[in-house]
């Protein structure tokens, strides 16, 4: 082995490592973020960042994508540095990272032409998962040599076909739920609220006013996927300091598409200004 090899070899699991603990603190952020409905740092309420992690895409089976990007952080570090014969444990960190990479150009790909919003935070981790997977497989020669590229090329395909079919059948977007209280949506409302929420569309207002709580009432069950922004300092969760910068005098305000409509609309007029169809 040259001097250059032995150096490489030197840091290839301290690389490892950085990069995994980067990615997962940021994969434990956007769970966190995920289960408290908080505001992404550095983003703007109703931007493309709470577009993408609000999408019906952030979930499957109602795991956060980002709870499974921990796990595969974590695993990656476990295994880097648990006791494992070598080709074992280049067997399991290249097949961990490859499904990471597949699976974040999957979310990549969604993000470009599906949702048309790109968040900041998924591509970092998706940029994390690839240099990963590509120092693995740089390493291969060295870590598994016995294994002949047809095998190694078998091996990818597979795990990148069980990634991609997996991910379209169970990333799925029902048109249908229920509440804890067992009252279902109809799919026009649910279907509203998803496509408002994931277009970004923001409701502002205050707890106080009867005409918000009207608007809400219109969605029914499905009110839960409306963004809203509570006006009144006095109530739950208020952003005064977002409706302020808005500039928001009057509610309830709806800002669609990077425009302000004042007043409750109907579910047709949402339907119409969010370009639901």
Request: net charge positive; aromatic share 14%; hydrophobic share 45%.
């Amino acid at each position: 082995m040259s001097s250059i090899d032995k150096t490489n070899s030197k840091y290839f699991k301290p690389a490892i490592l950085i990069l995994s603990v980067i990615g997962f603190l940021l994969s434990v952020y956007l769970t966190y973020l995920h289960y408290t409905e908080g505001q992404s740092a550095f983003c703007s309420q109703g931007s493309d960042c709470d577009v993408v992690r609000l999408s019906s895409y952030s979930t499957i089976f109602g795991i956060p994508v980002a709870l499974l990007g921990a796990l595969s952080y974590a695993l990656i570090i476990w295994f880097t540095y648990v006791s494992l014969a070598r080709t074992t444990r280049w067997i399991l960190l290249y097949t961990i990272s490859l499904a990471g990479f597949v699976f974040s150009a999957y979310l990549t790909y969604l993000e470009l032409f599906v949702i048309k919003a790109i968040c900041p935070y998924c591509v970092v981790s998706a940029l994390i998962m690839t240099i990963i997977f590509i120092m693995l497989a740089y390493r291969k020669s060295e870590l598994y040599p016995k294994l002949s590229t047809l095998k190694t090329a078998v091996l990818t395909i597979c795990v990148a076909a069980v990634v991609i079919i997996g991910s379209n059948v169970f990333q799925s977007d029902p048109l249908s739920f229920e509440d804890d209280g067992g009252g279902t949506a109809s799919s026009f409302q649910l279907g509203l609220a998803k496509h408002l929420r994931v277009r970004g569309a923001v409701m502002y207002g205050s707890y106080k006013c009867p005409h918000c709580n009207a608007q809400k009432a219109l969605f029914g069950d499905a009110s839960k996927y409306v963004v809203y922004v509570e006006c009144d300092p006095a109530g739950k969760d208020a952003k005064p300091t977002v409706c302020f910068s808005r500039g928001i005098v009057h509610y309830p305000t709806w800002e669609i598409n990077g425009r302000f409509y004042e007043g409750a609309k109907s579910l047709q007029e949402l339907a119409q200004l969010s370009g639901y169809k």
